[in-house]
DNA sequence: GCCCCCTGTCTGGCTGGCTGCTGATTCTTG
DNA sequence: CAAGAATCAGCAGCCAGCCAGACAGGGGGC
């Protein structure tokens, strides 16, 4: 079930080879047979636990969070995609056909590509340049996850969301007149949902943060006044 | 710097078409220029922060931690990896030459062989099959890495215990007379710089599902009697 | 304009981190 | 093989940080 809207149609026109020399991921898979791009409002469903894995997507623009929802209601943030990050690798994964675990939902606006994971390997297996390219786009989501974890294991809850608000500097920061700001619309919830508090908690040290005059909040948008101070601040 | 101790020579012998055709990604790294097989002793150092990072290693047999060292002295665990997972994928990342930021130990003694990355690259280039093999291992790393942060994000430390020795479980499992027995030797020490804890709280933890008759420790081998039921008994 | 979601704050209660100590186990080394 | 060193396991007491639950005000979206 996908309930993204395509903005073209699929097609397995224009070149393959031309598009490897072009050299981005981007070209290349928007070549593939059964390919497309796809534009997805903020808040929809890009795929839900269940679903067949059977495509494979490459974020454009915007973020998407991968989320695990549990029975009693309870959901939580496995990571948050950023621009040119690749998802749904379970479909990579070798021979019989599995299902989505994760729910994929655009976190702002989304324009992503998407393949079925056949091409991709037919691709791949066409011109290994591709697969190179993949290898190294899986690198970096590998090194991005994993200073996720490192911020989780951080033990009081002041020092993970200072971790989390540089991890998100990095991935989506963008510069402002003074400081950095975080492009995405933060709710306190989802920020609890990322690193596993609460949203009370949240409310009450990002108001210390701001009363320190670390950082300011305008309409969910946070900026940070100086990452590096903030760094600091914590071991 | 590397402390491994070297089994066997480099060597480029061996016919890489061949080793393709074999199928393991442990054959044909074998047989690319540079690569080596290393016998690693428990406890010691596979990769230090700073050293440059130019191998690509698969962990054939045992485990390997990776982690970061604080300048508190404080030592977290960003992944405890198993056998036939990729690691040091720094190295394929474009460009430039960068350092290791993490610590790899040799957690149990290890068999494991690497290559440097710019062999990698030249055999991917010259077989697509290598970059699709090394794109469903990297795939698999980033669904256990994954597995670890909903294991982090969990909020009383109890399930995340539970969380993680199910992991556990599935990654260094063995069947036992009754139950699983994970075969690592854990300190408390080790669990607890692995799900953000301390020793204490996870001494009086496991002592718990020791006298609820969840598991038995014998010489710092944990053995889960029944994980379904453990899994069932926190949500 | 209405409504829902988000933010902010409070109280009470408990989990889990911190410190300090002791005995047990494992590793090292002569 | 045995002695010493080092790490590990277990226990207790104290206290802070965080969660649960509840409620009020406000702002944005439809």
Partial sequence: MSFSQTASPSRSSGNVTDAIAGGTLTTI?????????????????????????????????????????YESGEEITVALLRENSLFGVLSLLTGHRSDRFY?????????????????????????ARVGLMMLQGLSSRVLQT???IE????????????SFLLVLC????????????????????????AIGSTRVTITRLLGDLRSEGMLRIDRKRITIFDPVALARRFS
């Fill in 151 to 162: 911020t989780l294991t951080h033990r009081d809850m002041s020092s993970r969301l200072v």
């Fill in 170 to 193: 990095r991935d989506f920061g963008v510069p402002a007149d003074q400081g950095i700001t975080i492009d995405l619309r933060l709710s306190h919830q989802a920020i609890a949902e």
């Fill in 146 to 148: 994993e200073t996720m």
């Fill in 103 to 127: 729910h994929a939902v655009a976190f702002t606006r989304v324009e992503m590509i998407s393949a079925p994971a056949t091409s991709v390997r037919q691709a791949i297996e066409g011109d």
């Fill in 29 to 69: 898979i928007r070549c593939l047979s059964g390919s497309s791009l796809d534009l997805v409002e903020r808040g929809k469903t890009i795929f839900l636990p269940g679903d067949p894995a059977e495509r494979v997507y490459l974020l454009r623009c915007g973020a998407v969070r991968l989320s695990r929802v």
